[in-house]
């Protein structure tokens, strides 16, 4: 087992393959201190010190004259509220009888079990009793009677640690949850820099790195959704930390709504981390009894610094995260009509689009938005989810059943969560949108967000889904999101419950995409939000990809991808090539480029194959055989970021690996091109150092996949002094080599 409790000691250690995670019962009430998170331990004896319990005036024991100074300093393993620990606290509650809001807590008792169960009505890890241990430890307020249970789950095969909490109210009166942080981590005084992933519409998931400081630094999301502005995640890194050496935490939240994710150092120095929903807009009642489960939070602790993180947290999403059947499968390379037409379409221009791209050797065609109600633009109908038959010159079954003869599948957009104030739907049902009575609801696309905490609400919209998607041969849906939530107010919760409204709504986005996956098994689901706007890991539980920026021009996408890429996995990025000058930013990049960006995802086309040059369109083949080649490799090998197109904006490097199949692609972009320089050195990571590596080069756009280089270079000098790499000529060139291990 790799959780265990030393007895004598009062400690729970919990081991994962490279770290260990210590948590001490201390003082006379039994508080709970957080010993020890980092570097894998095989003897922890004199752990205990570290809480510091003999030193004056920290002494909870004998010092009472001053408990706040043990209460300030102690390292709570989830903090409390109102009792003398000044710093963030993880648990706020207004109990009715008295309207106190202190909570402090202490142990009772813990279980340690084989396996984990799930968190009912969320997204969360999952494993079999064989691959994972869970300690729960359940504490108590003795005043106010509540009860929390901090759940920590290890994984035989992935180094991480998922945390949970679950608040029970076990006094007599009601209580209101005001805030409930899913982790509280306190660290020693330690000179840290953090990273976070900050973006825009079309700018998602960029990273920042900067020194924390003394106070509070925190990235948070108050929109409903993850966000495209600030991401559930943040990571901890040692001074010294780079991509392959140094400590590094990384703390991700599964979950796709409001969070709050904070980093603070104390006048002590400590660092405290606590992560969980965002605690503005929010609160809980809990009858008596009653219990409130918060979400998972990822722990990643790495001595190999960011890349031991990403390769940690991408083999716990590939392993114990992602559901999907597709997870590893090569995905069918689609063409999606949005940047072809946007709403400008009927069947005719649709089938011309996948007559020409069946012939190419695409293998689905993807109608996004427009098809339904009145939707020839996006002023109206979202929320009348009936196929407009005139526009597709016939029935859906129709169109479906000529793109399938066709050799192609076909996949449909839908956004579920949305009504416009112009459709059928708002005309009946006006209470159904989230809005607040007598204030005129802000709009966002010119569309309102539908209480989809609503029961009736949920059962319409999915019975409307069902009908269209059984009636033809929808094997793909893209389910988007395209605005924020504003103007909370629910005409159905009563008044003491309108705080209650932003989680339920994420519960009752994720108890849909639940329902359509057991109404559909098969079907291949990828999200969306405006882009990226909820691409997070609580989504992943539900689709193994998701639509990573509406922005698709190849050099704003390395910086994007490289972000995301930081904590996902490359099998969940959706990644499309599409049309020069770009849609969004106006630059041109080769056609090659666009298809090798692209293959760092999931891989397929946003653009109008009857309107592209021949020249291109030679090409399209040619990258989806390479799709077809590399994706497997792609998909399941481990991923180490050699370059960045972020310190310079000139190169962007990365490389995967596959040592079982003993070999390793290396991906590179020259963005902007230097005169008068020698070919680049780059060192590689993750090979054998004592075997040798043919290098074949990997093309796009000739006849041959891969031409032999005659280069055969062992895995020492490919790690230790590097690979040396021609410039290649103009801006914007990419460069793919396939290493073959030769012995
Ligand atoms: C969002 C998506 C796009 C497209 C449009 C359709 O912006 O990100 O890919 O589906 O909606 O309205």
């Not at 703390?251 to 400590?270: C, I, K, P, T, W």
């Not at 981390?273 to 008596?288: R, T």
Request: hydrophobic share 35%; proline share 4%.
């Amino acid at each position: 087992m790799s959780i265990c409790y030393l007895e004598k000691e009062r400690l729970f250690w919990l081991d994962t393959p490279h770290s260990t995670y210590l948590i001490g019962i201390a003082a006379k009430e039994g508080f709970l201190g957080h010993v020890y998170y980092g570097q894998k331990l095989s003897d922890v004896s004199g752990a205990l010190s570290l809480l510091r319990l003999s030193e004056p005036p920290f002494t909870p024991d004998v010092n009472d004259r001053d408990r706040s100074s043990f209460f300030d300093a102690f390292p709570f393993e989830y903090s409390s509220n109102g009792v003398g620990d000044f710093r963030e606290s993880s648990l706020r509650i207004c109990c009715t009888k008295n309207g106190q809001d202190a909570v402090s807590l202490v142990y009772k008792k813990h279980e340690i079990q084989k396996g984990k169960g799930k968190l009912i009505g969320l997204p969360a890890t999952f494993g079999s009793e064989e691959e994972v241990t869970t300690l729960v430890i359940t504490c108590e307020d003795p005043v106010t009677g509540i009860v929390v249970e901090l759940s920590y789950s290890t994984f035989e095969d992935a180094d991480a640690i998922a945390r949970s909490v679950r608040i029970v109210n076990g006094s007599d009166d009601a209580v209101y949850l005001k805030k409930v942080m899913s982790a509280c981590l306190d660290l020693e005084a330690r000179d840290f820099d953090i990273l976070t992933l900050h973006g825009s519409w079309a700018r998602e998931r960029i990273q920042e790195r900067k020194p924390l400081g003394h106070g509070v630094f925190s990235v948070a999301s108050l929109r409903g959704e993850s966000s495209h502005q600030e991401h559930p995640f943040l990571a901890l890194m040692g001074k010294d930390a780079g991509q392959d050496r140094g400590d590094v935490y990384g703390f991700h939240f599964v979950y796709s709504g409001n969070f709050l994710a904070m980093a603070q150092r104390s006048q002590f120095d400590q660092v405290r981390i606590c992560m969980g929903i965002h605690p503005e807009n929010f609160c809980w009642k809990l009858d008596p009894g009653e219990s409130f489960q918060a979400p998972e939070v990822i722990l990643v602790y790495s001595s190999e610094g960011l890349g031991g993180m990403t390769r940690s947290f991408h083999d716990l999403y590939r392993r114990h995260l992602i559901r999907s059947s597709y997870l590893h499968k090569n995905r069918p390379v689609l063409i999606n009509n949005w940047e072809a037409t946007y709403f400008d379409f009927n069947a005719e221009k649709l089938l011309d689009i996948a007559k020409e791209s069946a012939k190419l050797g695409i293998e689905m065609l993807v109608l996004d938005d427009g098809w339904f109600g009145n939707r020839f633009d996006d002023n109206r109908s979202l929320g009348d989810w009936q196929v407009n038959e005139e526009k597709l010159q016939g029935s859906l079954g129709e169109l479906v059943s000529k793109v399938n003869a066709l050799g192609m599948k076909f996949g449909l957009w839908f956004e579920p969560e949305m009504i416009s104030p112009d459709s059928k739907l708002y005309e009946a049902h006006p209470d159904w949108a989230i809005q607040i009575q007598g204030r005129r609801a802000c709009r966002a696309r010119n569309q309102l967000v539908l209480d989809v905490t609503r029961g009736e609400v949920r059962e319409h919209i999915l019975a409307q889904i069902f009908e269209v998607l059984h009636s033809a041969n929808v094997e793909y849906v893209k389910w988007d999101m395209n605005r924020p939530l504003t103007d909370l107010g629910s005409a159905n919760l009563p008044a003491d419950r309108q705080g209650e409204l932003c989680h339920r709504y994420v519960l009752g986005m994720y108890e849909m995409q639940e329902r359509l996956l057991s109404e559909f098994p098969n079907l291949l689901l990828e999200n969306c939000s405006g882009g990226g706007g909820r691409f997070d890991p609580g989504m992943l539980y539900y689709s193994p990809q998701i639509w990573c920026s509406d922005d698709t021009d190849a050099v704003e996408r390395l910086r994007i991808q490289e972000g995301t890429a930081l904590v996902y996995p490359l099998s969940c990025m959706g990644a499309h090539v599409s049309v020069c000058p770009n849609h969004t930013v106006g630059r041109s990049t080769p056609f090659a480029t666009r298809g090798q960006v692209a293959l760092a995802g999931t891989f397929g086309y946003e653009l109008d194959v009857t309107k592209l040059s021949d020249e291109d369109k030679v090409c399209i083949p040619k990258q989806i055989r390479a799709y077809h080649a590399l994706n497997e490799h792609i998909r399941e090998g481990r991923y180490y970021r050699l370059a960045s197109s972020l310190e310079k904006r000139d190169f962007d490097c990365f490389e995967i690996v596959r040592e079982d199949e003993g070999a390793a692609l290396v991906f590179a972009t020259q963005v902007l091109a230097t005169p008068n320089m020698r070919s680049r050195c780059i060192p590689l990571q993750g090979l054998c150092e004592d075997a040798k590596y043919r290098i074949y080069e990997v093309s796009l756009e000739k006849e041959e996949l891969m031409e032999d280089t005659e280069n055969v270079v062992s895995g020492g000098i490919l790690m230790h002094a590097g690979l040396i790499l021609k410039r290649p000529w103009g801006d914007f060139k990419t460069q793919l080599l396939y290493l073959e291990r030769i012995s």
